[in-house]
């Protein structure tokens, strides 16, 4: 018997009835065979849906897959279930997650994962948990910005991942950003995402530059983020809450 403690990232049908998960942790990703999970009334169910976190007690001989004997799940997915806008940002992080995970730095990932669900669970904005995700899942794939020179700045260089000023400004090829805009992206590549959890921000605002982050990974990484769509609905929509 043996317990691993997770989250899962992945779900798929196996046989008639059974499951497997994926379950990220701070070491590896850990395949578990969940048998009858799809059975009416099954137990099981509740241990499926991605971002779901728990201790997950498992057997580990004699099968293809360590098979689940039962499983403490400590966090909820209900902050993210409450509308059609919630479950967005439930989406995008689910989304941006299995287009930028590597394997090579999974410590890393179950870090920002791994804050992420406490930051919903602790009754944060999810416009603003979303952002945060955002921000620190390109500083560790590897696409961070250079903030640096963010006291003058006016707007943002995607080819040259900086800010830039009013005198070096290109309309066509920039995006401009207001003041406060300038400092919380300053601050977002500045500090630790643990850190940054405290703040609270305008809705409007993380819509904004959750759109604008996501266009700097598409920019970079040439992907496409279907999600994206949908939050850039609602903000047309002015339904961003």
Known sequence: MLQVY??????SKY????????????????PIWVRGAYKPNSKFIGYLPLLTRGKYEVYTGGYKYSKLRDAVIDNSLIPFYKSENTLVYYSLIKELFTLTFSPD???RFFNVMNETIDESMNHIDLSYVTLNYIANLIRIIGYGLNVQNFENAVAIDFSNG?????EHFDEINMIYLEKNEVELIHDLFTYSQKEMSSRTNNVATNVKLIELLCDFIIFYNGIEIKSLDYLKYLESSLIVG
């Open 105 to 107: 730095i999974t410590n």
């Open 6 to 11: 997770g989250i899962v990232i992945a779900c």
């Open 15 to 30: 046989k008639e009835y059974d499951a497997i998960i994926d379950l990220l942790t701070d070491r590896n990703v850990f």
């Open 162 to 166: 900086c800010f830039a000023d009013k």
